[in-house]
């Protein structure tokens, strides 16, 4: 990405649910053709994560920004993306 200004495009989307846990925020910028995904994490399935986290739960631990990760899609990554969208709404109608 150059130095030069970018415009940021973002997009939430939310689960059918309307859960804030259940979201994905779908963040570009206009001159970098790679797609942010931020996904809210709240699920561990290692007994031992669980505990941790529980642990940091029952002294007040809070994290600012809550549990997130980010996952960067590329060119190849983002057709795949439309293609099993295209595939997933054609075969609902």
Known sequence: MSNQSSEIRTELILCECKSAEHQIILMGFTDDSDIYLQIHLNTYRNFWQRLWHGLRYAVG???RYGDWDELVLGP???????NF?????????
Do not use: D
């Open 61 to 63: 631990y809070k994290s």
């Open 85 to 93: 969208i295209k595939n997933e709404s054609s075969s609902r109608i």
């Open 76 to 82: 190849a990554e983002l057709e795949k993306l439309n």
